[in-house]
T-cell receptor, first 111, second 112 residues
Framework: QQQVKQSPQSLIVQKGGIPIINCAYENTAFDYFPWYQQFPGKGPALLIAIRPDVSEKKEGRFTISFNKSAKQFSLHIMDSQPGDSATYFCAANTGGFKTIFGAGTRLFVKA | NAGVTQTPKFRVLKTGQSMTLLCAQDMNHEYMYWYRQDPGMGLRLIHYSVGEGTTAKGEVPDGYNVSRLKKQNFLLGLESAAPSQTSVYFC???????????FGPGTRLTVL
């Protein structure tokens, strides 16, 4: 019940494409859903986050879509660029001290 | 501010050797964490601390020990390293009231 399932494991898109990364969870106590971005050789950094009382959140070219009834959420990257090539982790938190991370998606954006 | 720093950046150990990884943060964060990252496994929580002098087990604590004697430091120890502990280790910290975790740059550990 504590798991966050993320797919796909890897993704290759052309520049300008819209990669979509999906995550699913079981624990309805989760109330904060962040996405972290990790570049090679670096630690993860918070990219964007959403709470379950909204269905969508946009920050620049990054959008989270949230479906509370299906217990699913996804990250869309509009007009993707080679600089977006990184590993993306979805996560879930109950507002306490633990965050549960998905397995990660390695994104490669071709120039 | 340096944020979250980790020492060392790389280390190679032989099976059975011991070592300590140091994490330091200068943001006055109450919570600190140690994760390991393995291909296809995401970030798995090893141990965490909700304050100075307190530690607790995470998802994969076996073979590791931790200490938090000072609020700004969180140490991860391997008493007898095993090849299964070959991984990239990340330290993170956050304020109690916030959700965002701030990660260090990682330590790449290889156990031969």
């Amino acid at each position: 019940q504590q798991q966050v399932k993320q797919s796909p494991q890897s993704l290759i898109v052309q520049k300008g494409g819209i990669p979509i990364i999906n995550c699913a969870y079981e624990n309805t106590a989760f109330d904060y859903f962040p996405w972290y971005q990790q570049f090679p050789g670096k630690g993860p950094a918070l990219l964007i986050a959403i709470r379950p009382d909204v269905s969508e959140k946009k920050e620049g070219r990054f959008t989270i879509s949230f479906n509370k009834s299906a217990k699913q959420f996804s990250l869309h990257i509009m007009d993707s660029q080679p600089g977006d090539s990184a590993t993306y982790f979805c996560a879930a938190n109950t507002g306490g001290f633990k965050t549960i991370f998905g397995a990660g998606t390695r994104l490669f954006v071709k120039a | 501010n340096a944020g979250v720093t980790q020492t060392p950046k790389f280390r190679v150990l032989k099976t059975g050797q011991s070592m300590t990884l140091l994490c330091a943060q200068d943001m006055n964060h109450e919570y600190m964490y140690w994760y390991r990252q393995d291909p296809g496994m995401g970030l798995r929580l090893i141990h965490y601390s909700v304050g100075e002098g307190t530690t607790a087990k995470g998802e994969v604590p076996d073979g590791y020990n931790v200490s938090r004697l000072k609020k700004q430091n969180f140490l991860l120890g391997l008493e007898s390293a095993a090849p299964s502990q070959t991984s990239v280790y990340f330290c993170a910290s956050k304020m109690r009231r916030d959700n965002e975790q701030f990660f260090g740059p990682g330590t790449r550990l290889t156990v031969l």
